[in-house]
């Protein structure tokens, strides 16, 4: 498989970059050979075009608002890439993850399904021992496929989840938390499949679920699985709030340039075979009330989008609008509430990420620095 082509955008200070015209930015960027693994349809940009667009979304992220430096990466159809960095920032700088784990832990789940470790059947009481949800609680129905939808019910986050203080006592181990949920949640009266509540205790438990059906000891081991497995995320760990206890729903340290991998693996089908893709990127929540989302009503007092996303197992399903209107699948993404955005725009095939670590809450700034170049990116991942 070739590589993919890139186009490394080198970086000056802000004040410096600003002065530059577009004419003489665009000497800064190196040409892109095309080509690539994705290289299914030619480009028709010639070389000089794809500098000036690569120019002027250079010129428009040095001028994107935000208070912390990002790194800033996209790929189209061909192969090609465009790669930025602001500030310090790089493409290997290690950021918090926050929820862009989300995606990549749904797909390391559905691997499992896929080996038949796993079924989206079961239930966590089939291979919990210690499930403290008993029959006759609404809760007790919950399956796996709830879980990995978001719609199982378990709304309460305990702060096990959250607080890396909690470690040090030793109640915080990773079982006893996903315990300390189910407790957390018991007798709520809320039935599962019925609901939307974006929450980090869903992937808790099925992390839980996998480790319990994978054998292994820790959620640690099934991440080593996955990067011995597919070559991917070598130098990223899923440690937040501990090595102990990771949020599997927003726990990786993770570069941009790595992240980049994942999303380029999963486009290619090299990840997951044609059914998981499908129950993937599916439309879980067509159906149900969406209780919370931050995409509408914003995460930890930061703002909103006001938008009506709806989700697949674990993946974002983007619509620009106060009402679902859009095709399902056709842009998802992963965001984090620290502001790294990684996406992928499926109706135009291209891949991205805006990787950066701000304050929590600051979820919709690496959303708002990718739309304040899309219309350019569109322009040059079409390639004409």
């Not at 004419?23 to 010639?46: D, I």
């Not at 700034?365 to 322009?379: A, F």
Request: aromatic fraction near 10%; hydrophobic fraction near 40%; include cysteine.
């Amino acid at each position: 498989m070739r590589p993919a082509c890139t186009t490394n955008h080198y970086q000056y200070s802000l004040r410096k970059y600003l002065a530059w015209p577009i004419a003489l930015l665009a000497m800064a960027v190196v040409a892109g050979c095309g080509g690539g693994a994705q290289s299914e349809a030619s480009c028709t940009l010639s070389a000089s075009q794809t500098q000036a667009l690569e120019a002027e979304m250079g010129n428009q992220l040095a001028q994107a608002d935000s208070e912390v430096d990002f790194s800033f990466s996209v790929q189209r159809k061909d192969g090609h890439r465009y790669n930025f960095n602001r500030g310090a920032s790089t493409l290997q700088t290690h950021y918090e993850s926050a929820s862009t784990s989300k995606l990549v832990a749904s797909v390391m789940i559905l691997r499992l399904v896929e080996r038949g470790y796993l079924s989206l059947s079961d239930r966590p009481q089939d291979l919990i021992a210690l499930w403290p949800i008993a029959p006759g609680d609404t809760l007790y129905s919950m399956t796996l496929a709830d879980l990995m939808s978001f719609t199982s019910g378990l709304t309460v986050e305990p702060t096990c989840i959250n607080d890396s203080n909690a470690i040090n006592d030793g109640s915080s181990e990773f079982e006893a938390c996903v315990l300390d949920i189910a407790s957390a949640n018991a007798g709520n009266g809320l039935v599962p499949g019925s609901q939307f509540y974006y929450s980090a205790t869903h992937q808790q438990v099925a992390g839980l679920m996998a480790v319990k059906a994978r054998g292994v000891a820790r959620w640690q081991d099934i991440w080593d699985e996955f990067k011995t497995q597919t070559g991917l995320f070598a130098t990223s760990t899923y440690d937040v709030p501990s090595s102990i206890n990771p949020r599997v729903a927003g726990g990786i340290h993770f570069t941009g340039e790595e992240y980049m991998g994942f999303l380029r693996a999963l486009n290619e089908g090299r990840l997951l075979n044609a059914q998981s893709m499908s129950q993937l990127l599916a439309d879980h929540t067509a159906s149900v009330p969406i209780v919370y989302s931050p995409f509408m009503a914003g995460i930890g007092g930061g703002p909103g989008l006001g938008e009506d996303w709806h989700f697949g197992y674990g993946v974002a399903l983007e619509c620009r609008s106060a009402v679902f209107n859009c095709v399902a699948g056709e842009r998802v993404s992963s965001p984090g509430a620290l502001g790294s955005y990684p996406f992928w725009d499926r109706s135009k095939n291209y891949t991205g990420i805006v990787a950066r670590q701000g304050a929590y809450g600051t979820l919709i700034k690496g959303i708002n620095i990718e739309r304040s170049i899309q219309p350019t990116i569109e322009r040059w991942a079409g390639c004409g």
